[in-house]
């Protein structure tokens, strides 16, 4: 079929400022004229005429609402502005990893390769007619759009007076594999429907040791547990779990993918993740028969992670930390040795711990996962974690929520490999806990207040940094408050410069610092689609082996005391519990 090009007059809409994360916002905002249209040939403007003419472009995501009618605009768009094919997963759905992956290992029929992709998805927010929608831009790395592309994105939605359209282009039919050929003013274009996992699932195989997992699996005396929590994780599960590894179907929960997340809230934490905490014996009512030994969550686009062991829940500080003490002996594809690791600011020093012990390069950069990317271009970062439950390493340049599943499988099997006609098997709370003697245990949770009014969030934020200029007032307030806290000895805006492109990052979090090595960290969060999310990070230092075994919520009670009093938190927003506490 022949197509035609439609310049389409338009004109700026407020409120298309893409975060780190990229652009969300609710569907009703998404749906209405021209917003996306501005935003997509806003990116096309962005990029250089390399990356648009003649390319190739993955455009798929985590399939909640409005995400099909979506990929069919972005497709049109494509069209019109030369592109030469776009991929799309079947159905629409593709995992942020997955499409990281698909970016830097998929060959088409043709012997293409992409160059870049449209990623739908609001992450772990909620979906559905009345709730969230996103996207964002990844580049040939397989990476989220740096800061310079972004900024170029925005400066172009602010001035925009044109898109360019196939209008009569028809839709495609994403149901089915195969390619859908056309023809316009540049030539012909492709439209190429393609299997959601294949390309994933053979990453993840030269990645681990499957057949070490399915041994684990298959021991009687282990079980498993996998919730997908109605995203897109739920296009992988069986293929991974049941298929490749020998799972029962029966370990699978919410692993049908939903445009709503079954009303849910796709975030894997022990807040919202309820059918799973219930089901690991984490809930507030006993559960039904014996919890399994390992279990598991992911968010709407699978790039998230919450790890379980039997009545225990693995904080993603430690997670990472212990992946990056068990990598070499227990993974395939480290086992050369690790080339670095890196966190996030907020996540807590478990892995700086491990980095010094194991003298391997540390790095600390701000949230967003293009910091990391940058490292691993570079050759200087192997593994690397957020404590917002991320974790992932430079297989990919996205945080991969199955891939930290498939790592902490691995250090199961590998502990238990002589183990497995035992009495007991080497448990997730043994892995944790032998951990905390050999490096210590850093006590930490993060307290979020949601949809917090975005002035007052501001104010906040401004009063603490103004508090940091008298240390003795600070001090002041916190013996003030409890007298068994250390003082604080530092405190500032934590500001990070890229050791591989030079460039500077300000204000990304107020920190204060505390002579016994514990942190108060308070962050503004950007993965929300209206108002402010306030983050509240607390973190304690405990070395003794002796007392590393109580209770976080108890051990951490003192300072969260402290944060509360020297942010006035209540005062500012009103609120008098966080939202989420994890």
Not at 461 to 478: D, F, G, R
Not at 505 to 528: M, P
Request: hydrophobic share 35%; proline share 4%; with cysteine.
């Amino acid at each position: 079929m022949v197509f035609k090009v439609s310049r389409v007059e338009t004109k700026p809409i407020d409120g298309q400022k893409p975060g780190t994360s990229g652009l969300r916002k609710k569907v009703k905002v998404f749906i209405q004229p021209h917003y996306l249209h501005n935003f997509v040939q806003s990116t096309f403007n962005a990029l250089t005429p390399e990356k648009v003419r003649g390319a190739t472009l993955v455009v798929s995501g985590d399939g909640r609402y409005y995400s099909k009618d979506a990929i069919q605009i972005i497709t049109k768009m494509s069209a019109a502005n030369g592109v030469r094919r776009v991929w799309v997963g079947q159905n629409g759905l593709l995992s942020t990893p997955a499409v990281s992956a698909v970016i830097r290992e998929r060959v088409g029929v043709d012997g293409s390769r992409a160059s870049g992709a449209f990623i739908l998805t609001a992450s772990h927010n909620p979906g559905g007619p009345h709730e969230d929608f996103g996207i964002k831009y990844n580049m040939e790395n397989g990476g989220p759009a740096p800061e310079g592309i972004t900024d170029k994105i925005y400066e172009n939605t602010k001035t925009i007076k044109e898109y360019f359209i196939a209008e009569d282009l028809p839709d495609v039919d994403i149901s089915a594999e195969g390619v859908t050929s056309f023809v316009g003013p540049e030539g012909q274009f492709d439209v190429e429907v393609f299997d959601s996992a294949s390309d994933y699932v053979k990453l993840m195989k030269s990645i681990f040791d499957f057949e070490s997992i399915r041994k684990l699996i298959s021991s009687p005396k282990f079980t498993f547990c996998y919730d997908a929590l109605h995203g897109v994780a739920g296009a992988y599960a069986k293929r991974i779990f049941v298929e490749e590894l020998g799972a029962q179907e029966s370990s699978l929960l919410n692993c049908i993918p939903k445009e709503d997340f079954g009303g849910g809230h796709p975030d894997p934490n022990l807040t919202y993740a309820k059918e799973l905490v219930a089901r690991m014996g984490l809930g507030k009512s006993s559960s039904q028969g014996e919890p399994p030994e390992f279990g598991a969550a992911a968010d709407g686009d699978a790039d998230r992670n919450m790890i379980l062991g039997k009545r225990f829940f693995v904080t993603p500080s430690d997670s990472v930390a212990i992946i990056a003490a068990n990598a070499v002996e227990s993974i395939p594809y480290f086992s050369a040795g690790l080339k670095g690791v890196a966190r996030s600011m907020p996540t807590s020093a478990a892995l700086d711990v491990v980095a010094k012990n194991l003298n391997l390069k540390f790095f600390e950069v701000p949230t967003g996962w293009k910091f990391f990317g940058n490292l691993m271009d570079a050759g200087l970062c192997s593994v690397c974690g957020e404590e917002s439950f991320g974790t992932g390493s430079d297989h990919i340049r996205e945080k991969d929520g199955i891939w930290a599943v498939l790592a902490w499988l691995s250090i199961l099997a590998h502990k238990n490999k002589e183990n497995l006609g035992g009495e007991k098997l080497v448990s997730v709370e043994d892995i944790v806990r032998q951990h905390w003697t050999t490096y210590g245990r850093h006590y930490y949770t993060r307290y979020d207040y949601e949809n917090v009014d975005a002035g007052a969030a501001k104010e906040l934020m401004a009063y603490l940094v103004k508090l940091q200029s008298s240390l003795p007032e600070v001090n002041e307030i916190v013996k003030g408050t409890r007298s068994d806290v250390s003082k604080v000895v530092n405190a500032d805006e934590f500001e990070y410069k890229d050791p591989v492109d030079g460039s500077i990052s300000k204000h990304q979090g107020i920190r204060y610092l505390f002579e016994d090595g514990s942190r108060l960290v308070f962050r503004l969060s950007g993965t929300g689609s209206e108002g402010a999310t306030i983050r509240l990070y607390i973190e304690q230092y405990e070395k003794d082996p002796s007392k590393t075994g109580r209770d976080s919520q108890d051990a951490l009670a003192p300072l969260v005391e402290v944060a509360l009093k020297l942010s006035k938190m209540q005062e500012f927003t009103g609120r008098t519990a966080p939202t989420v506490i994890t």
